[in-house]
C-alpha cells in the first residue's frame, strides 16, 4: 500500500530564505513521487517527479527535491524563496498501480516579504 | 495543446437538484481521473478510467453519485440528489500510459455549492 504524509500543514518564511516542504511515503513496492503546485483557484500543476532515475530531480521555478530511500523522504527544497512561489503544495506517491496517486493532505507555503 | 478543460467552473445550486459536471481530457491521454478537494479531507480520487472504462470507483462517496466517459474526449461526473456536504471543488485529471511516469495533468476545477 502506499502513502504519503506532508509535515506541516501551513509554513511560512521570508523572501530570499530557504523553502523546506517535507514529504514521507510508504511503500510496499518502489515508487514514483511527485510534488505538485497549486495557485488560489487553480488546478493542480506539476513542479516535479521522481522515476527511479537521479535521486535528485530539478523541477521548475527552481524548485528540487531528493528521494532518500533510507528516510522514505522526498522533501521539497528552493534555494530562496519569491513572492510568487505562495501557494499549497502537494506530494503524491504512485506504485505498482502506476495509474493511482495517493496524495498527501497539502502544504500551504507563506512568503513573506 | 489545450489542457484539461472541465465545465463549468463555478456551479451553484440547491440541495436536491442534479448536477452534471463536464471534463474534456487532453487528447490522446487514456487515463481520465475525477477527484474532489475539500478543506476537511484534502483531495480525493473518486474514480478513474482507463480507455473509457471505470476500473476503480472505491472513492465514489454513495450512489448518488455517477461518473460516466461515453468516448476518449468526454466524461461526466453527476450528483443525483445534491447535498450541501457535496459543496467541494472537483477536479479531472488525465494522463497517458507508458509516458512521463503517468504523471496526471489537473484541469482547472469546477467549484459546486449546494445551498
Known amino acids: 500500500a502506499q502513502s504519503v504524509t506532508q509535515l506541516g500543514s501551513h509554513v511560512s518564511v521570508s523572501e530570499g530564505a530557504l523553502v523546506l516542504l517535507r514529504c514521507n511515503y510508504s511503500s510496499s513496492v518502489p515508487p514514483y513521487l511527485f510534488w505538485y503546485v497549486q495557485y488560489p483557484n487553480q488546478g493542480l500543476q506539476l513542479l516535479l517527479k521522481?522515476?527511479?532515475?537521479?535521486?535528485l530531480v530539478k523541477g521548475i521555478n527552481g524548485f528540487e527535491a531528493e528521494f532518500k530511500k533510507s528516510e522514505t523522504s522526498f522533501h521539497l527544497t528552493k534555494p530562496s524563496a519569491h513572492m510568487s512561489d505562495a501557494a499549497e503544495y502537494f506530494c503524491a506517491v504512485s506504485g505498482g498501480n502506476f495509474n493511482k496517486f495517493y496524495f498527501g493532505s497539502g502544504t500551504k507555503l507563506n512568503v513573506k516579504p | 495543446d489545450a489542457g484539461v478543460i472541465q465545465s463549468p467552473r463555478h456551479e451553484v445550486t440547491e440541495m436536491g437538484q442534479e448536477v452534471t459536471l463536464r471534463c474534456k481530457p487532453i487528447?490522446?491521454?487514456?487515463?481520465l481521473f475525477w477527484y474532489r478537494q475539500t478543506m476537511m479531507r484534502g483531495l480525493e480520487l473518486l474514480i478513474y478510467f482507463n480507455n473509457n472504462v471505470p476500473i476503480d470507483d472505491s472513492g465514489m462517496p454513495e450512489d448518488r453519485f455517477s461518473a460516466k466517459m461515453p468516448n476518449a474526449s468526454f466524461s461526466t461526473l453527476k450528483i443525483q440528489p445534491s447535498e450541501p456536504r457535496d459543496s467541494a471543488v472537483y477536479f479531472c485529471?488525465?494522463?497517458?500510459?507508458?509516458?512521463?511516469?503517468?504523471?496526471?495533468?489537473f484541469g482547472p476545477g469546477t467549484r459546486l455549492t449546494v445551498t
Open positions: 485529471a488525465s494522463s497517458v500510459r507508458g509516458t512521463s511516469a503517468y504523471e496526471q495533468y
Open positions: 487528447s490522446g491521454h487514456d487515463y
Open positions: 521522481y522515476t527511479s532515475a537521479a535521486t
